[in-house]
Nanobody, 126 residues
């Protein structure tokens, strides 16, 4: 069973930076799509950024100039680099895995994800 472990959350002041990481385990094939979601209290879950099996990436417009997604050469660890963080970025951040998404042009449908991380809290204080 594929498992995801997230790391890197915490508290930061407005304007600060943070890197979240997501490591996939119990999976050895090359098609690895990792997508980052976030959910703030009282709000719906929102897809933020994704990296596909072909290394294509997508970041939603509202954070595109501040957030970026990448992965390590081993393909099983993905990162979400967040810069110029704002209080509205405060949320629980989750990574999700799919073995079925190669090219990324948007946030993939939730139904395509086969495993989710436990979530990591990001808190941005003003």
């Amino acid at each position: 069973q594929v498992q995801l472990v997230e790391s890197g959350g915490g508290s930061v002041q407005t304007g600060g930076s943070m890197r979240l990481s997501c490591t996939v385990s119990n999976y050895r094939y090359s098609t690895v799509c990792i997508t980052w979601f976030r959910q703030a209290p009282g709000k719906e879950r929102e897809g933020v950024a994704a990296i596909g099996g072909d290394d294509s990436t997508f970041t939603i417009a509202s954070v595109k100039d501040r957030f970026s997604v990448s992965r390590d050469n081993d393909r099983y660890t993905a990162h979400l680099d967040m810069n110029k963080l704002q209080p509205e970025d405060t949320a629980m951040y989750f990574c999700a895995f799919s073995s079925r998404v190669m090219n990324i042009r948007n946030i993939p449908p939730v139904a395509l994800f086969e495993a989710w991380g436990q979530g990591t809290q990001v808190t941005v204080s003003s």
